[in-house]
């Protein structure tokens, strides 16, 4: 029942985020038209988005490469543009992956306040300094469990569940990813490898990483969408390239051995902490909302 919920909250933030774009549409006289390159870009971020890796950094690059769009419209663009498949993605793990449903609604609501909540905290630190001590705590913390998964420390890592002070630390940190967001730090590497470590079956970790995002980003695109802060060729492509990539990419999730998986998920944190570390030592941008 409270799955199901969920699900028709997503369902209900879809429609709201299509109505709302559709509205500028209306008001702007434009026509509803994306090109091959905005398709390309949408399928290739939000397959490699469904394993885990995220679809914000990889997708401003190639933005940047091509030069596709202006800066100021390049947040706007991606949360628009990738909401709808994020919500595809939380929808279809919802439904495929079993997962404690009171980790996934408190991980889920954690994220959501974080980022509603803590933002006025967050926004006050140096961006660059937390990019670089997120990007180094991921090294160690990817470090620590590749140790695990060679066997050289102990440790469970197929739970569908926590209790006790694995839930409450579960949940504190999903408050603290949430509140990174609105720096542009993404949800998804810290919580898979915080959930791993604490001795889930990585795949419980999508759904929760994916319903944290999904309930997030819809809220900012209705404002970019407001603002006219978005380049909707760009962001139409995004859409409608990345859903079929999520489908696929979330067969191989499913199907993927748990030891494989397991590797994955240290592959993705190091490349994470790669990126984040990368973004530390560059200059400071303006931070946009990512997944």
């Known amino acids: 029942m409270i799955v199901a919920v969920l699900q028709g909250l997503l369902a209900l ?12 549409y209306r008001t702007s006289g434009e026509r509803p038209r994306t090109g091959p390159v905005a398709l390309a870009i949408g399928a290739f971020v939000n397959f490699f988005d469904t394993l885990g890796i995220g679809s914000f950094a990889p997708s ?16 706007g663009t991606l949360n628009v543009g990738h909401s709808i498949p994020t919500i595809a993605q939380a929808l279809i793990f919802i439904a495929i992956v079993n997962v404690d449903v009171a980790l996934l609604i408190s991980c889920i609501g954690a994220a959501v306040a974080g980022a509603v909540l803590g933002a006025g905290v967050v926004s ?10 997120m990007g180094a705590a991921l090294l160690v913390a990817a470090g620590l469990f590749i140790a ?19 839930f409450v630390a579960a949940v504190a940190l999903h408050f603290i990813f949430g509140a990174l967001m609105t720096l542009g730090i993404g949800l998804y590497a810290p919580a898979l490898i915080s959930l791993s470590i604490l001795g889930m079956d990585p795949r419980a970790a999508f759904p929760i990483m994916m319903g944290a995002c999904a309930f997030l980003m ?13 380049y909707p060729k760009l962001a139409l492509g995004f859409a409608i390239g990345g859903v079929p990539a999520v489908l696929v990419a979330a067969l191989i999730v499913k199907e993927m051995p748990l030891d494989l998986l397991r590797w994955m ?22 931070p946009a909302r990512a997944n």
């Open 13 to 24: 933030a879809a429609a709201a985020l299509v109505f709302a774009w559709s509205g500028h």
């Open 265 to 286: 998920v240290a592959a993705v944190v190091i490349l994470a902490a790669g990126m984040m570390l990368a973004s530390g030592l560059k200059p400071e941008e303006a």
């Open 148 to 166: 695990r998964n060679l066997g050289l420390m102990p440790g469970g890592g197929d739970a569908l569940a926590l209790s006790g002070a694995a």
């Open 124 to 133: 006050r630190m140096p961006v660059r300094t937390i990019r670089l001590g």
């Open 218 to 230: 819809p809220a900012a695109s209705l404002r970019f969408i407001e603002a006219k802060r978005f």
């Open 60 to 75: 401003t690059a190639l933005i940047k490469l091509f030069r596709l769009a202006s800066d100021e419209k390049i947040p």
